[in-house]
């Protein structure tokens, strides 16, 4: 009989739900779950219940990212002698010392690395014009610069919204991961390095800067549609403007136009 795979879950949100129920379909051998519960979620559901119903692990195997620090939860990580670590929208980075605690660790980031390392990628493809897809690499100590497995390019058309290319990203990176997951864990793709000429970068403190509408500035009409786009989700915060000291939020909806 095949030994089967030792794997730690850093699952979150819905995508991460849809791949743990993969994962249990798959009979995968998962022995951990790590949570970050300090982190706001953005979405109106919280998906970490549904990801520690579908395992029912004890709960000494289910870990409080920010009580990892704490020796005696480290050292249960480490005994757990895990053979993959995989991370779907998990909002910390794993230090070294975590990622020391497995064979291998693999990250699923929703853009076609290395272009949108970081946060927000959606968004910013929207705005940089730059590809967005769902790739899936190793982690290193860095953000999402770890060698490339494989990964699935997606091409806006110029009515997508952030959301909508969100959730075009998130169908790829599901796809993606059923597709290659089982080569993946037979060691049967060799990862590549990301050609860092290529490379594009964002904080959250990106973001959060981006959106303000100056009524008094020239823009260009693509770049305000482009911005009005990229700010257009219903879990996040608009376009906005302010007029007679009110400020004022813009979303938009956008269609082909069919006589």
Same mark, same amino acid.
């Given at each position: 009989?095949?030994?089967?795979?030792?794997?730690?879950?850093?699952?979150?949100?819905?995508?991460?739900?849809?791949?743990?129920?993969?994962?249990?379909?798959?009979?995968?051998?998962?022995?951990?779950?790590?949570?970050?519960?300090?982190?706001?979620?953005?979405?109106?559901?919280?998906?970490?219940?549904?990801?520690?119903?579908?395992?029912?692990?004890?709960?000494?195997?289910?870990?409080?990212?920010?009580?990892?620090?704490?020796?005696?939860?480290?050292?249960?990580?480490?005994?757990?002698?895990?053979?993959?670590?995989?991370?779907?929208?998990?909002?910390?980075?794993?230090?070294?010392?975590?990622?020391?605690?497995?064979?291998?660790?693999?990250?699923?980031?929703?853009?076609?690395?290395?272009?949108?390392?970081?946060?927000?990628?959606?968004?910013?493809?929207?705005?940089?014009?730059?590809?967005?897809?769902?790739?899936?690499?190793?982690?290193?100590?860095?953000?999402?610069?770890?060698?490339?497995?494989?990964?699935?390019?997606?091409?806006?058309?110029?009515?997508?919204?952030?959301?909508?290319?969100?959730?075009?990203?998130?169908?790829?990176?599901?796809?993606?991961?059923?597709?290659?997951?089982?080569?993946?864990?037979?060691?049967?793709?060799?990862?590549?390095?990301?050609?860092?000429?290529?490379? #594009?970068?964002?904080?959250?403190?990106?973001?959060?800067?981006?959106?303000?509408?100056?009524?008094?500035?020239?823009?260009?009409?693509?770049?305000?549609?482009?911005?009005?786009?990229?700010? #257009?989700?219903?879990?996040?915060?608009?376009?906005?403007?302010?007029?007679?000291?009110?400020?004022?939020?813009?979303?938009?909806?956008?269609?082909?136009?069919?006589?």
């Amino acid at each position: 009989m095949e030994k089967k795979n030792k794997i730690v879950l850093f699952f979150d949100y819905h995508l991460g739900f849809k791949l743990a129920k993969f994962l249990k379909y798959k009979k995968e051998n998962v022995v951990g779950l790590v949570f970050d519960n300090k982190t706001k979620v953005p979405f109106s559901e919280d998906y970490k219940n549904k990801i520690k119903n579908l395992f029912k692990l004890q709960k000494y195997n289910i870990f409080e990212w920010s009580e990892l620090n704490k020796k005696k939860n480290f050292e249960k990580l480490k005994k757990l002698n895990s053979d993959f670590f995989i991370c779907v929208n998990f909002p910390k980075i794993l230090n070294q010392k975590i990622i020391s605690c497995a064979k291998n660790s693999i990250n699923l980031h929703l853009s076609y690395l290395p272009f949108n390392r970081g946060k927000n990628p959606n968004v910013w493809s929207i705005i940089e014009s730059t590809p967005c897809g769902a790739t899936i690499h190793k982690i290193d100590e860095k953000i999402d610069t770890g060698k490339i497995y494989v990964r699935k390019k997606i091409v806006p058309s110029f009515i997508d919204t952030a959301e909508s290319t969100y959730l075009k990203c998130n169908d790829a990176a599901y796809d993606l991961f059923k597709k290659y997951w089982d080569k993946i864990k037979k060691n049967k793709i060799q990862p590549i390095k990301q050609n860092n000429n290529l490379k #594009t970068f964002h904080l959250s403190k990106d973001f959060k800067k981006l959106g303000y509408i100056n009524l008094n500035k020239k823009y260009k009409a693509k770049d305000l549609i482009n911005l009005l786009r990229a700010k #257009t989700f219903k879990s996040f915060d608009s376009a906005y403007f302010f007029h007679k000291n009110k400020k004022i939020e813009v979303r938009v909806k956008l269609n082909f136009y069919n006589k």
